[in-house]
């Protein structure tokens, strides 16, 4: 099912339903995702190489929530990020924050948004800096993201992060072992303690009214997760796509919408139905802050570091040629008639088929 399909059909009443809690970012991304690749999108003219046969395809719309779009801008920060991995354990840690903030994010975002990641990295430093064996700078990898895997609003924020850290005073580089033992970096229940204790002071600080009843403990996920390389190319994978797949649509009949979603537990796909109009509302609250930043590395991993990571690979030897299963190739175009590379050789032309439309309307 096309998502730019239920978009026009359901516009106008989501419109007027909503009305008082759109945002002019939330306009913008529907009329960005409802002309998507459409006849109503500008297009392109790529020529073959070999035969000089030449074709117009459609434009993406280029938009961060749109399904379509910013495949190559995912794959590109996958393998920037596979390409900075360090000779360490690594570990994948989620900080969510509690369902009695989420209103308070919902009309603060990028305030709410932001103390989020920085609190996540600030609460991941100070553990790292008073650990016995690491006693340094560490270097993480912090992702924002705002939906609960059936679209509810549910801000967290993912950060991968290797057990190892750089004493930058000594230059010292140091990993943390757990020995025969299961790989352990910290305890789930004190980074806990400490991430409420900072976002509680970071909301105070902003003047925003904390909740009258809000829980004593919070919750952090912290996982093993080997080299990182499968949890990178997850983060990933969800960075630039939006918050679902149009193969996940499975139907729009009778003003209700069907689409489905996999649970975490049981691993099944669980199938909702909803009002068209109540779709979009999912789909636009996880439209971010205008050039709002959801993925941000820190400490050695930061882009300020790259000259550091590649004296640290090659003094403790990686390999990155082993990247190969978590890297794919740029998609090239062919030819259809004598299926030779094309090239684009002219963008944002109006499409042909809406002047056609007109003639024929």
Sequence with gaps: MLLSDIIQTFESSFRTRYQQQLLPSHLKA??????????????????????????????????????????????QWIETQLRKRVPADY????????????????????????????????TLKSFSLNDKQLKGMPGAIAVL??????????????????????????????TKSSGKKRPFLFSHKALANVFRAKMLAAITAEKLDLPQKHPEEWVVDCRFV????????????????????????????????????????????????????????LLVQHVLPHRFRRARNF???????????????????????????????????????????????ERRLINPGVFEQRATG
């Design 30 to 75: 529907l009329a960005a995702m409802k002309t998507c690749r459409t006849q109503h999108s500008p297009v392109m003219l790529a020529s073959c190489t070999d035969c000089g046969e030449q074709t117009v395809i459609p434009h993406s719309c280029g938009h961060r929530s749109c399904p379509h779009c910013q495949h190559h801008e995912s794959q």
């Design 91 to 122: 570990f994948l840690i989620t900080f969510t924050l509690p369902s009695q903030f989420r209103s308070l994010a919902w009309f603060h975002q990028r305030q709410m948004y932001s103390a989020m990641i920085e609190n996540c990295w600030e």
């Design 145 to 174: 993201h705002t939906h609960a895997r059936n679209l509810d609003f549910h801000p967290h924020v993912h950060v991968v992060i290797p057990a190892a850290a750089i004493e930058k005073s000594k230059k010292l580089w140091r």
């Design 226 to 281: 080997g080299s990182g390389k499968k949890a990178l190319v997850y983060l990933g994978r969800y960075l630039y796509r939006g918050v679902i797949a149009e193969k996940n649509i499975i139907s729009c009949e009778d003003g209700m919408v069907t689409y489905r979603y996999q649970d975490s537990k049981t691993k099944r796909f669980v199938y909702q139905k909803i009002t068209g109009e109540y779709f979009l509302w």
């Design 299 to 345: 400490g050695f991993l930061h882009p300020n570091s790259k000259a550091l990571i590649k004296v640290l690979q090659f003094i403790k030897g990686v390999d990155l040629n082993n990247l190969q299963p978590f890297v794919k190739k740029k998609i090239t175009l062919c030819c259809s008639v004598c299926g030779g590379t094309m090239n684009i050789i």
